[in-house]
């Protein structure tokens, strides 16, 4: 199990950006994460991450992965984490890559350096899951640099990379918010399978994605928790003042997907 228990993070200038946070992740659940900007999506995630950074500091609480207390961790123990223990799918996939290397020669080296391949099973295991991602053109895929491919094929070759190393857990961030209507619907699906073999942890202002793939979803406002439950039931019979006025807001579709727009 992933937990984050009664987490507390302080800012430079001593602000409280999360106050008390608890969520626990388990294999085959996906729990999601969502408020206004500024509410502490975002540094939830990278708390759990342990990526804070400008002078953020994790003031109370417990973050453990399988029991294991990853505060306690150092740097050179959280790299060799990566990828392999806590997956990670970025809001930007072109972050992600080196734009100067090819596709393929980067989902190479990970596999080889991650996994104990040799080359050629490297080169394998990376056009078989490309094709799982539904990028049947691997040897192009492979060829080209980041900067060729859009970002929805981009974001699929992450998640690539993820189902070829198959960590217990995968952290999302707004997975779906840069993407056009019909790669935000694959990237949904492989969501799904990799919910078969992880534990999500899914950032999100995307209603479709709560609703369809999160079992709890939390509403964080001024870095408090204010409510938790499904997406459905939070929308329907909210009781927090938060989010009585998000599910009094208008909903309107938007380049394919859900997205709250608020009354002034």
């Known amino acids: 199990m992933f937990s984050l228990n009664r987490i507390s993070v302080s800012a430079a200038d001593g602000r409280r950006l999360l106050h008390e946070i608890s969520c626990r992740v388990r294999h085959g659940e996906a729990i999601g994460v969502t408020g206004e900007s500024g509410s502490g ?44 223990a806590i997956g990670f799918i970025p809001q930007l996939p072109m972050t992600a ?37 539904h990028l049947p ?28 190393l198959n960590p217990p857990y995968i952290v999302a961030d707004e997975p779906t918010s840069a993407l056009d209507a019909e790669n935000r619907e694959a990237v949904i699906q492989l969501l799904h399978e990799c919910k078969l073999c992880s534990g999500l942890l899914i950032v999100s202002h995307d209603i ?23 997406m459905e039931e939070l929308l329907a019979r909210p009781r927090h ?23 002034e």
């Open 137 to 164: 053109e691997s040897d192009r895929v492979m060829a080209s640099r980041p900067g060729a491919l859009s970002g929805g094929m981009l974001q699929r070759v992450a998640i690539a990379i993820l189902l070829g």
């Open 208 to 230: 479709g994605v709560l609703s369809r793939i999160c079992d709890q979803v939390l509403v964080l406002h001024d870095g408090v928790l204010v409510e938790q439950g499904k």
């Open 97 to 133: 890559f080196d734009p100067r290397l090819c596709v393929g020669s980067q989902m190479q080296a990970i596999f080889r350096a991650r996994l104990g391949l040799n080359r050629q099973e490297a080169a394998g295991l990376t056009r078989a899951k490309l094709q799982q991602v």
């Open 41 to 84: 999506k975002t540094t939830l995630l990278k708390a759990a991450m342990g990526v804070l950074g400008q002078g953020c500091a994790l003031e109370d609480g417990a973050i453990q992965l399988d029991g294991r207390d990853l505060h306690s961790l150092g740097p050179a123990e959280r790299r060799e984490m990566g990828g392999r």
């Open 241 to 263: 003042i938060w989010t009585s006025q998000l599910a009094r807001s208008a909903a309107r579709q938007e380049e394919g997907y859900w997205k709250w727009e608020r009354y």
